[in-house]
């Protein structure tokens, strides 16, 4: 398959992903969108090997299940595969995160994102990065109090960064390796 052919294809709703998308009119399940944002562009192959032989992946979905279990009130088996996935991957994801679907590892070793985080779109993560709370809350919009940071859509936090406390990430933000926030971006 050329570029062009997966260009023209994804955006029309043809070709392989047509396959695994849920019914017309039904919103796409949080892992397809996962999926897609790994592979990209990158067509069937890329679509086959990412399933098969990619651990950031493997961890995203064992993430995902772990909610799964977690939603249905099966929070034993939501609490051994959230297990499995940071003693084989070293990735920390609390079951009870609200990630969205696109969310994307990208050497996800050493990576912590803390329960109550929210994500309101796609998200990158590159390694080491810790996303959790600092003990302290805030009350926003007038009676929501929140714990944890709550990231906009398209954000990318690059290696080693820190997000930390009851913070709010715009949409299309770009964190730096090392970076430590604790206000408001």
């Not at 595969?81 to 920390?92: A, E, M, P």
């Not at 944890?148 to 709010?168: D, W």
């Amino acid at each position: 398959m050329t570029e062009s052919y997966n260009k023209k294809h994804r955006k029309t709703g043809k070709g392989l992903f047509v396959l695994i998308k849920p019914s017309a009119g039904s919103r796409k399940m949080k892992l397809i969108k996962d999926l897609q944002e790994f592979v990209g562009e990158g067509g069937f192959i890329k679509t086959v090997g990412t399933v098969l032989i990619n651990p950031c992946f493997h961890s995203v979905v064992l993430y995902r299940l772990s909610a799964f279990f977690y939603k249905i009130k099966c929070s034993v088996l939501a609490k051994f595969i959230w297990y499995i996935n940071r003693v084989i991957f070293s990735v920390d994801i609390d079951y009870r995160a609200d990630l969205a679907g696109g969310f994307v590892l990208v050497h996800g070793l050493g990576t912590v994102i803390g329960k109550d985080v929210v994500s309101l779109g796609p998200l990158v993560v590159y390694q080491g990065v810790t996303i959790g709370g600092s003990g302290k809350s805030r009350i926003i919009e007038g009676e929501k109090e929140i714990w944890q940071p709550i990231l906009g859509k398209n954000v990318c936090i690059y290696t080693n960064a820190m997000v930390l406390g009851p913070v709010r990430i715009s949409d299309n933000v770009k964190i730096k390796a090392g970076e430590r926030i604790t206000i408001d971006c």
